[in-house]
C-alpha cells in the first residue's frame, strides 16, 4: 500500500509548507490562491503534485485533491498540521491490520489550549452516535471504498463556502449512511496548531442560521431535534449574545432554507 497527503491550504507562494508540516509521504496539495499552475516534483524521494488554483471553498479543495488520488490510503490535511516522522507507517500498518476499515480518526491532538478537540484512548468503531467529535484533518481514508460509494464532501459547508463549518461531519454522515466501515484510532499522527477559525465570527445570526442549514442537510427528518438538543447543549456559551429562543428561532430559519 501506499499513502498521499491530500492537502488543503492558501496563498502559498512556495512549497515551503511541505518542511513545515513534515511531509515524509507522497502528497497532493491545493493551493486556493489568484493564479492556476500545476507542478510535479520530487520531495525528498516522494512524489507531489502542487496545484494552485483561482478557486474557494474547503470542500472543493479537498474533492479537487481526491479526485487526483492514485494512492491506496489518503489522509486528509490542513495547513496547520505538523507530522509526526513515523506517520505514513502508522497509518498504513493500522489498514493493513484491520483490512475491514475503510476509514480511520487517528489522534491529532490541537496545540492551542483554547481549541481542544477529543482525544482518543482506545481503538474503536464508530456509529452515527460516536463520529461527530472528529475533524477532516484526523481522517485516512481507503481511496477505492469512498469512489465505489461516490462520495465527496459538500460545497456549500466549510471555510470559503456559503455556510460555515460541517463538510466533515457530513462527510462523516455520508460514509455511514453509505454503509463503510469507520474506525477510531489510538496512534497520534501529527499535532495542529488551531490557532485561528477561518469560519467562526462570533455568535451572530448567520451562526445560528447556518447550523440550522447544516443539521437539516444532516438529517431533515430529525432537524428539528438536533437544533435543540445543540441549543442545550451549549447555551452557556452563547446566552450573552443571544437567548435561547433567538437561537432557537435562527436555527428554524436556517433548516427552511434547504428543499424537503
Not at 491529532?108 to 460516536?130: A, C, E, M, Q
Not at 467562526?200 to 427528518?221: A, E, M, P, Q, R
Not at 432537524?223 to 456559551?237: E, P, T
Request: glycine share 6%; charged share 25%.
Amino acid at each position: 500500500m501506499n499513502l498521499q497527503v491530500l492537502v488543503s491550504t492558501m496563498h502559498q507562494t512556495d512549497h515551503s509548507i511541505l518542511d513545515k508540516m513534515n511531509i515524509q509521504s507522497d502528497a497532493i496539495v491545493i493551493n486556493q490562491c489568484d493564479r492556476n499552475s500545476f507542478e510535479e516534483f520530487d520531495y525528498n524521494g516522494n512524489s507531489v503534485r502542487f496545484l494552485s488554483l483561482a478557486e474557494r471553498g474547503v470542500g472543493l479543495s479537498r474533492n479537487t485533491s481526491l479526485m487526483r488520488a492514485t494512492a491506496e490510503i489518503c489522509l486528509f490535511a490542513d495547513d496547520d498540521v505538523t507530522y509526526v516522522n513515523e506517520y505514513k507507517r502508522i497509518i498504513l500498518d493500522s489498514f493493513a491490520s484491520n483490512p475491514k476499515a475503510d476509514v480511520i480518526m487517528f489522534n491529532v491532538p490541537s496545540t492551542n489550549p483554547d481549541r481542544v478537540g477529543p482525544t482518543i484512548s482506545k481503538w474503536k468503531r464508530l456509529h452515527f452516535y460516536n463520529c461527530f467529535r472528529y475533524g477532516t484533518f484526523q481522517i485516512a481514508v481507503r481511496t477505492e471504498s469512498i469512489r465505489k460509494a461516490n462520495i465527496s464532501f459538500s460545497l456549500l459547508f466549510g471555510g470559503g463556502a456559503k455556510y460555515s463549518s460541517g463538510e466533515d461531519s457530513l462527510f462523516i454522515n455520508d460514509c455511514l449512511k453509505k454503509g463503510l466501515k469507520l474506525y477510531r484510532s489510538p496512534d497520534t499522527i501529527g499535532s495542529v496548531t488551531h490557532k485561528e477559525s477561518t469560519w467562526f465570527h462570533g455568535y451572530t445570526d448567520k451562526y445560528f442560521i447556518d447550523k440550522g442549514v447544516f443539521f437539516s442537510c444532516l438529517s431533515k427528518k430529525w432537524a428539528v431535534l438536533y437544533c435543540l438538543q445543540f441549543i442545550f447543549r451549549h447555551y452557556k456559551l452563547f446566552i450573552k449574545e443571544k437567548s435561547i429562543l433567538e437561537a432557537y428561532r435562527l436555527m428554524i430559519k436556517g433548516t427552511r432554507l434547504i428543499a424537503r
